[in-house]
């Protein structure tokens, strides 16, 4: 299984990515413009790896003028249910269809390790203008809470991983140097039934490489454990995003 099929895996679960996985809250993007220094109204954005559109809404209601790179037909397609008005093209960041320096902002939400580092560093410089700016982020769940914690480890010991010490920094060990990142976590919350954190659960691209038996055998024990912790069946979802932003 090469990182490119993992990666296009999503496109078999558009709709439930669409539906279950989590948005990102408002204090991310005011991290971005502060950091840049550049307002969203009227940036011109692209936004790569778009999916189904999480991060792209968020931009536009923000007053960007985006557009969404998306490399998946399935999640371009689901892209296009809700933000039809967005455009959009196919492609992915180590080839960016777009004009040498016509962008003021790239953003990859969830997005940038799919990359070859190798390609995507230069076309993103190939793409921004003088002055313009890479925003990199990561939702990620916060594992300093006990109960994330124990999922955390069981879900670690499904896919084969080694445990290892929780590491706030470890989104930023693999960023190419010399491009002077700056970083900075974000922590938030939000509260939805037991069924959508299963269903959110599902849609990482390591369940849906795994095989359904597998996955519904894993989310039922999952639910009897979670049941205990969350009995009125409603599940308050602990993350920290890790944002890196680097000025051209």
Request: hydrophobic share 45%.
């Given at each position: 299984?090469?990182?490119?099929?993992?990666?296009?895996?999503?496109?078999?679960?558009?709709?439930?990515?669409?539906?279950?996985?989590?948005?990102?809250?408002?204090?991310?993007?005011?991290?971005?413009?502060?950091l840049t220094g550049?307002?969203?109204?009227?940036?011109?954005?692209?936004?790569?790896?778009?999916?189904?559109?999480?991060?792209?809404?968020?931009?536009?209601?923000?007053?960007?003028?985006?557009?969404?790179?998306?490399?998946?037909?399935?999640?371009?397609?689901?892209?296009?249910?809700?933000?039809p008005e967005v455009?959009?093209?196919?492609?992915?960041?180590?080839?960016?269809?777009?004009?040498?320096?016509?962008?003021?902002?790239?953003?990859?939400?969830?997005?940038?390790?799919?990359?070859?580092?190798?390609?995507?560093?230069?076309?993103?410089?190939?793409?921004?203008?003088?002055?313009?700016?890479?925003?990199?982020?990561?939702?990620?769940?916060?594992?300093?809470?006990?109960?994330?914690?124990?999922?955390?480890?069981?879900?670690?010991?499904?896919?084969?991983?080694?445990?290892?010490?929780?590491?706030?920094?470890?989104?930023?060990?693999?960023?190419?140097?010399?491009?002077?990142?700056?970083?900075?976590?974000?922590?938030?919350?939000?509260?939805?039934?037991?069924?959508?954190?299963?269903?959110?659960?599902?849609?990482?691209?390591?369940?849906?490489?795994?095989?359904?038996?597998?996955?519904?055998?894993?989310?039922?024990?999952?639910?009897?454990?979670?049941?205990?912790?969350?009995?009125?069946?409603?599940?308050?979802?602990?993350?920290?995003?890790?944002?890196?932003?680097?000025?051209?």
């Amino acid at each position: 299984m090469t990182i490119t099929s993992q990666a296009r895996s999503f496109d078999t679960a558009a709709a439930a990515y669409a539906a279950n996985r989590p948005s990102y809250p408002p204090e991310l993007l005011d991290a971005v413009a502060e950091l840049t220094g550049r307002p969203w109204e009227g940036a011109r954005v692209a936004d790569v790896g778009a999916g189904t559109g999480l991060a792209t809404r968020l931009l536009r209601d923000r007053g960007a003028h985006v557009i969404a790179v998306e490399p998946g037909p399935g999640m371009a397609a689901q892209f296009r249910l809700g933000l039809p008005e967005v455009p959009l093209v196919i492609g992915d960041g180590d080839h960016l269809p777009l004009a040498s320096a016509s962008v003021d902002v790239i953003t990859y939400a969830q997005a940038w390790h799919w990359t070859d580092q190798r390609t995507s560093v230069p076309e993103a410089l190939r793409v921004l203008r003088p002055g313009g700016a890479l925003a990199l982020w990561w939702n990620d769940s916060d594992s300093t809470l006990g109960w994330i914690a124990g999922q955390d480890a069981r879900l670690r010991r499904l896919f084969g991983a080694e445990d290892s010490p929780h590491d706030p920094l470890a989104r930023f060990r693999r960023l190419p140097a010399g491009l002077g990142f700056v970083h900075r976590h974000v922590p938030w919350t939000r509260t939805v039934p037991l069924d959508t954190h299963l269903a959110n659960l599902a849609s990482y691209s390591d369940f849906l490489v795994l095989g359904k038996e597998t996955t519904e055998a894993f989310l039922a024990e999952e639910r009897e454990v979670l049941a205990e912790v969350f009995p009125d069946g409603t599940v308050e979802e602990h993350y920290v995003v890790s944002l890196a932003v680097a000025t051209r």
